[in-house]
């Protein structure tokens, strides 16, 4: 399950960046080669296994190179900004999330604490994800109390979470925002 979580927010970051890259609405602007989606799936894909070196940051300015003086289109500051907004809010919610399933799976009762409930409300409002994932997530929380399978939103069952599964995802997370950050750092080095 944790597992599933990092692929839906590779999923979500990969569309949001490269719709950011394009500098306009999905679409409008040229979409990033076969070659600068490659390298910079590649280095997203890391981005979620271990904490990115200099080289993949260098690829990361590769790609945003490229896709400039291809297209003549620079993200803009505003845009960068909202990509920061974007990781930092999917962030949270996953660390939350975390919190409140570790909390379910050691009382024996579903918790939901006040700030995941807001934060589910923004990544919804915010079109980060769709109502049904926070819907599955909220089930996933009363199946972790009760030590029950669970289902995902795509209607895929999974074996009950362990507090190592759940320690494990969350440990995962603290890898992935710093990298999340760089990646952000570079991207706004291109922009206007």
């Not at 949001?16 to 600068?36: C, F, I, K, M, W």
């Not at 992935?176 to 922009?191: C, E, R, T």
């Amino acid at each position: 399950m944790a597992r599933l979580r990092l692929v839906v927010l590779l999923s979500q970051a990969l569309l949001l960046v490269s719709t950011l890259a394009s500098g306009s609405e999905p679409g409008q602007a040229p979409a990033l080669s076969a070659a600068e989606n490659s390298t910079f799936s590649r280095v997203i894909g890391k981005a979620f296994q271990a904490p990115l070196v200099e080289a993949d940051l260098d690829s990361v300015r590769s790609v945003c190179q490229h896709y400039t003086t291809r297209t003549g289109i620079r993200m803009s500051r505003a845009e960068v900004t909202a990509l920061g907004d974007i990781l930092t809010l999917t962030y949270r919610y996953n660390v939350e999330l975390g919190r409140c399933l570790l909390l379910s799976l050691d009382s024996g009762q579903p918790f939901v604490s006040k700030a995941y409930g807001e934060l589910a409300q923004q990544m919804v409002a915010t079109g980060y994800a769709r109502k049904g994932k926070i819907d599955a997530d909220r089930s996933l929380l009363v199946s972790t109390a009760r030590r029950t399978r669970s289902t995902n939103e795509f209607g895929e069952e999974f074996a009950p979470l362990t507090r190592g599964s759940i320690l494990a995802s969350n440990a995962h997370l603290e890898t992935v925002k710093p990298n999340f950050d760089k990646i952000a750092q570079v991207l706004g080095a291109f922009a206007n």
